[in-house]
T-cell receptor
Framework: DQQVKQNSPSLSVQEGRISILNCDYT??????FLWYKKYPAEGPTFLIS?????DKNEDGRFTVFLNKSAKHLSLHIVPSQPGDSAVYFC?????????????FGQGTRLTINP | DARVTQTPRDKVTEMGQEVTMRCQPI?????VFWYRQTMMQGLELLAY????????DSGMPKDRFSAEMPDATLATLKIQPSEPRDSAVYFC???FGEGNYGYTFGSGTRLTVV
């Protein structure tokens, strides 16, 4: 039962253009959504998050959009840079027994071409 | 620069052998998670602890996996006996409380069972 899905295993974008990574979820009880970035041989690192009461959060080149009615969120990177090439994981959060529990998607490998 | 430390970085073992992976969470973090990354499932939650007490280990195969926190500075994940299907990258992550600002992940232990 995959509660968080990233349907695109990979995405290739030209440097300077916009990268859009998508994520769908099924559980309406999730209260927070996060994006993580992962380079090879490293652990995932936190990138940006959004509360379920908002529909947009922006941090520099990164913007996350949340559409609760569609149970869909997306990460926009503008402009895309070569250093953005990595695997991006979408995650959804719920509080279980006082601890935040994150459910991750399968990841999308983003490649930025010069 | 606070970080989560995992050892060993790589482990190759024969089927049937016991494997122990270790994690040192960030000092002061009271929530510790174990995740497993596979190609098919992405990042799967295996178990997590709050203030050293196990909160949820429903993601672990109970017959062969065990997770413990002997003290606040050490979390262990043990597999006995190991099987080829256990081959994956195992990540430890830590966080403080129930904040929604993302976990801090370690660099992972790449386990290969032959």
């Amino acid at each position: 039962d995959q509660q968080v899905k990233q349907n695109s295993p990979s995405l290739s974008v030209q440097e300077g253009r916009i990268s859009i990574l998508n994520c769908d979820y099924t559980n309406s009880m999730f209260d927070y959504f996060l994006w993580y970035k992962k380079y090879p041989a490293e652990g995932p690192t936190f990138l940006i998050s959004i509360s379920s009461i908002k529909d947009k959060n922006e941090d520099g080149r990164f913007t996350v959009f949340l559409n609760k009615s569609a149970k869909h969120l997306s990460l926009h990177i503008v402009p895309s840079q070569p250093g953005d090439s990595a695997v991006y994981f979408c995650a959804a959060s719920s509080i279980i027994q006082g601890a935040q529990k994150l459910v991750f998607g399968q990841g999308t490998r983003l490649t930025i071409n010069p | 620069d606070a970080r989560v430390t995992q050892t060993p970085r790589d482990k190759v073992t024969e089927m049937g052998q016991e494997v122990t992976m270790r994690c040192q969470p960030i000092l002061g973090h009271n929530t510790v998670f174990w995740y497993r990354q596979t190609m098919m499932q992405g990042l799967e939650l295996l178990a997590y602890f709050r203030n050293r007490a196990p909160l949820d280990d429903s993601g672990m195969p109970k017959d062969r996996f065990s997770a413990e926190m002997p003290d606040a500075t050490l979390a262990t994940l043990k597999i006995q006996p190991s099987e080829p299907r256990d081959s994956a990258v195992y990540f430890c992550a830590s966080a403080f409380g129930e904040g929604n600002y993302g976990y801090t992940f370690g660099s992972g232990t790449r386990l290969t069972v032959v």
